[in-house]
């Protein structure tokens, strides 16, 4: 059965914008969170504090975080690999930090510079530090659905990593598919598995839209008894560790999905379908979302 409410997590701030190749406007930045956050967001990832060298894109978070406008009530989340990003997240006063590991070892490499094992121990101090200030610890598993350098990626991989991040502390855990490959069958054996070793209600799927199952591995994901998701709005994003990776599924398509389900996101689709175009517009490029498009042209 399908759950009757779902938590959206909003990426597109820090999955969406951060590969884009232009440097964005710290003000262009902010005003995205800010209708973002108007619109009634539960939950938005709003910037990353790693090494500016990694990511240039992602420089400005302390800026982008000190310029918005809170909405009581909305959960702000920073990506922080180390401890000096966890400094840096809670001088900027986010509500949640999300440390990030891989199933994969090559993408581990890649995207942090350390194994899997190497993650799991720099994150401890982090994951002690974000309890001991009272901020809520997210962490998120790239590669759990297949890795752009080793290929396929064993189950017991992903849950192996999931029941360490749970060791850790985390409030709730983000089965990722950097790269947009699995398909339902293989995304409802996953969060099958990793939801017997971590709660349901603790678990999300983050889904990259690159082959175009998104909105299908969602719909197997809550048969699985998921019911948090990411979306970014018009599908923005990719990473830069993983090549030729495309957006993460358009928050526009997951909510009219969820509306045509009667699933309750507490949301505003239209205010939403207007992010997107007016986002889009200012960074140069086509709204990837199907349905955001076709309101919008209504
Ligand atoms: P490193 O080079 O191994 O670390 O990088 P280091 O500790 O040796 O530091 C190197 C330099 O970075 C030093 O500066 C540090 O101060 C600086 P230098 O002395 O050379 O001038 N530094 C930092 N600066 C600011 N904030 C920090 C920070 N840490 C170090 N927090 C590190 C290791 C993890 C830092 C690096 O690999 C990194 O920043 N990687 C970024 C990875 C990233 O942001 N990837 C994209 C996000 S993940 C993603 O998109 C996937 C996801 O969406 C889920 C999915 O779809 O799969 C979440
Ligand atoms: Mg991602």
């Given at each position: 059965?399908?759950?009757?409410?779902?938590?959206?997590?909003?990426?597109?701030?820090?999955?969406?914008?951060?590969?884009?190749?232009?440097?964005?406007?710290?003000?262009?930045?902010?005003?995205?969170?800010n209708?973002?956050?108007?619109?009634?967001?539960?939950?938005?990832?709003?910037?990353?504090?790693?090494?500016?060298?990694?990511?240039?894109?992602?420089?400005?978070?302390?800026?982008?975080?000190?310029?918005?406008?809170?909405?009581?009530?909305?959960?702000?989340?920073?990506?922080?690999?180390?401890?000096?990003?966890?400094?840096?997240?809670?001088?900027?006063?986010?509500?949640?930090?999300?440390i990030?590991?891989?199933a994969?070892?090559?993408?581990?490499?890649?995207?942090?510079?350390?194994?899997?094992?190497?993650?799991?121990?720099?994150?401890?101090?982090?994951?002690?530090?974000?309890?001991?200030?009272?901020?809520?610890?997210?962490?998120?598993?790239?590669?759990?659905?297949?890795?752009?350098?080793?290929?396929?990626?064993?189950?017991?991989?992903?849950?192996?990593?999931?029941?360490?991040?749970?060791?850790?502390g985390?409030?709730?855990i983000?089965?990722?598919?950097?790269?947009?490959?699995?398909?339902?069958?293989?995304?409802?054996?996953?969060?099958?598995?990793?939801?017997?070793?971590?709660?349901?209600?603790?678990?999300?799927?983050?889904?990259?839209?690159?082959?175009?199952?998104?909105?299908?591995?969602i719909?197997?994901?809550?048969?699985?008894?998921?019911?948090?998701?990411?979306a970014?709005?018009?599908?923005?994003?990719?990473?830069?560790?993983?090549k030729?990776?495309?957006?993460?599924?358009?928050?526009?398509?997951?909510?009219?999905?969820?509306?045509?389900?009667?699933?309750?996101?507490?949301?505003?689709?239209?205010?939403?379908?207007?992010?997107?175009?007016?986002?889009?517009?200012?960074?140069?490029?086509?709204?990837?979302?199907?349905?955001?498009?076709?309101?919008?042209?209504?």
């Amino acid at each position: 059965s399908l759950p009757t409410k779902v938590k959206i997590v909003e990426v597109s701030p820090r999955d969406g914008l951060q590969n884009e190749k232009e440097f964005i406007p710290t003000s262009v930045k902010i005003e995205l969170i800010n209708r973002l956050s108007a619109a009634g967001f539960p939950n938005i990832e709003a910037v990353s504090f790693v090494s500016p060298k990694w990511v240039p894109q992602m420089a400005d978070g302390a800026d982008v975080m000190a310029g918005i406008q809170r909405r009581p009530g909305t959960i702000y989340s920073a990506l922080t690999p180390n401890l000096k990003g966890f400094d840096a997240a809670l001088a900027a006063g986010m509500d949640e930090v999300v440390i990030f590991g891989a199933a994969s070892e090559a993408f581990s490499q890649k995207n942090i510079n350390c194994s899997i094992a190497e993650s799991i121990a720099r994150f401890e101090p982090v994951a002690q530090a974000a309890k001991s200030a009272g901020l809520r610890l997210r962490a998120s598993i790239s590669c759990s659905l297949g890795c752009p350098y080793q290929g396929e990626v064993p189950i017991g991989a992903v849950v192996d990593v999931a029941r360490r991040m749970l060791a850790l502390g985390c409030d709730e855990i983000d089965v990722a598919d950097t790269i947009g490959v699995g398909t339902a069958a293989r995304v409802e054996q996953v969060m099958r598995a990793v939801t017997e070793v971590v709660e349901p209600s603790r678990v999300a799927g983050h889904f990259h839209d690159t082959y175009g199952q998104s909105l299908a591995n969602i719909l197997a994901a809550m048969q699985a008894g998921i019911s948090i998701f990411h979306a970014s709005v018009a599908g923005l994003g990719g990473c830069p560790y993983a090549k030729g990776a495309t957006g993460n599924v358009a928050t526009e398509d997951v909510l009219y999905m969820l509306r045509g389900l009667d699933i309750d996101t507490g949301i505003d689709l239209d205010a939403v379908v207007d992010i997107g175009q007016w986002i889009s517009s200012h960074i140069g490029h086509k709204s990837s979302s199907r349905a955001g498009n076709a309101l919008a042209a209504r």
